[in-house]
């Protein structure tokens, strides 16, 4: 194990830990366009941010990742390297800047592991359970963001973005009712943690929202 993510004993210097900040939803659903102008209200309030995402936000994640996004595979060979290169990600890039007082704001983390390989293609969830206490047992982020529209408002926007869909932008509509299912009932289930986003509205009434958000947790 490297990089401790519970409280250190230094003689009292002890940095403030940063915040850990997720966005999650369905494809489609808008969170990676507020990404950057989270982390700039962030910064606006003082704070130090990483921008990472998951899978990815190391050399050896964004080659998963490429994997992952290109390559089919059985289920839970897909559930394994997403927490591999989770593992990777959080000892190369989350915690250090955890530890080091810097904020942590990654689109996507475990809650999509749920939400896709759980929900989406039907992996028992305690078997996701076993693997999220293995690789970070005690680290949850401190807020996640869940940008929550319909699995056709979704997949309306998606056709405008995208000329060519990856192997989880190409499922079908059942697919991601499931995985929306899976964020609303943990956004239910942890509501201290996560937050619904209301992702119809308009960019601006998105953005007031995300702004009293953020604007709390900055406190
Ligand atoms: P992105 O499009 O948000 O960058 O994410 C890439 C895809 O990976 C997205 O379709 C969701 C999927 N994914 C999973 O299926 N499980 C996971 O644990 C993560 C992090 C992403």
């Known amino acids: 194990m490297g990089v401790p993510w519970t409280g250190s004993s230094d003689g009292g210097?002890?940095?403030v830990r940063g915040k850990f900040i997720t966005l999650e939803g369905v494809d489609g659903a808008g969170k990676s366009t507020?990404?950057?102008?989270?982390?700039?209200?962030?910064?606006?309030?003082?704070?130090?941010?990483?921008?990472?995402?998951?899978?990815?936000?190391?050399?050896?994640?964004?080659?998963?990742?490429?994997?992952?996004?290109?390559?089919?595979?059985?289920?839970?060979?897909?559930?394994?390297?997403?927490f591999a290169a989770r593992r990777e990600h959080l000892e190369q890039v989350i915690l250090p800047a955890l530890a080091a007082g810097t904020w942590v704001l990654s689109d996507r983390f475990t809650d999509a592991t749920f939400a896709y390989q759980g929900g989406g293609r039907g992996l028992d969830l305690a078997r996701i359970e076993i693997l999220e206490n293995w690789v970070h047992k005690g680290?949850?982020?401190?807020?996640t963001l869940v940008f929550d529209l319909t699995v056709e408002e979704a997949k309306r926007r998606r056709q405008l973005a995208t000329a060519a869909p990856d192997r989880f932008e190409q499922e079908d509509l059942d697919f991601f009712g499931r995985v929306r299912s899976v964020y609303q009932a943990r956004a239910a289930r942890y509501p201290q943690r996560m937050r619904l986003i209301e992702a119809s509205r308009a960019i601006p009434e998105i953005r007031q929202s995300l702004e009293e958000i953020v604007a709390s947790i900055c406190q």
């Open 13 to 15: 210097a002890a940095k």
């Open 34 to 82: 507020h990404l950057d102008w989270i982390a700039e209200r962030i910064e606006a309030a003082g704070k130090k941010v990483v921008v990472t995402r998951e899978p990815g936000g190391t050399p050896l994640g964004e080659e998963l990742r490429k994997l992952l996004l290109a390559q089919p595979m059985h289920l839970e060979t897909e559930t394994l390297l997403m």
């Open 139 to 143: 680290l949850q982020p401190d807020l």
